[in-house]
């Protein structure tokens, strides 16, 4: 069991920056696939990047060259550099860990960016 907890979410203007951190919490992340999902109400659920543990990272296109993912296995945490915000970003972020066909998901963290 892995429990997920975002944080770092918040309202900022456009071109602005955020971080978002993701901690698992009671469990090593050093086997899984982790990753960020983000969705807006009425709208469908939008991968953002993913890293394997080949510590690679792969993104979206619409977040190739503002997003930057990273871990931290040691602190059980991966994090989402988010920089160049658009309003269109505006939505809750949500932290995932898969391993062994499991997959775990956080509670979200909300962005919103404004024009």
């Known amino acids: 069991q892995v429990q997920l907890v975002e944080s770092g979410g918040g309202a900022v203007q456009a071109g602005g920056s955020l971080r978002l951190t993701c901690a698992a919490i009671?469990?090593?992340?050093?086997?899984?696939?982790m990753g960020w999902f983000r969705q807006s109400p009425g709208k469908e659920r939008e991968w953002i990047a993913g890293?394997?543990?080949?510590?690679?990272?792969n993104y979206a296109d619409f977040a190739k060259g503002r997003f930057t993912l990273s871990r931290d296995n040691g602190r059980r945490m991966v994090f989402l550099q988010m920089d160049a915000l658009k309003p269109e970003d505006t939505a809750k972020y949500s932290c995932t860990s898969l391993y062994n066909g499991n997959d775990y998901w956080g509670q979200g963290t909300q962005v919103t960016v404004s024009s």
């Open positions: 890293m394997s543990t080949d510590g690679r990272p």
């Open positions: 009671g469990s090593s992340i050093r086997l899984n696939h």
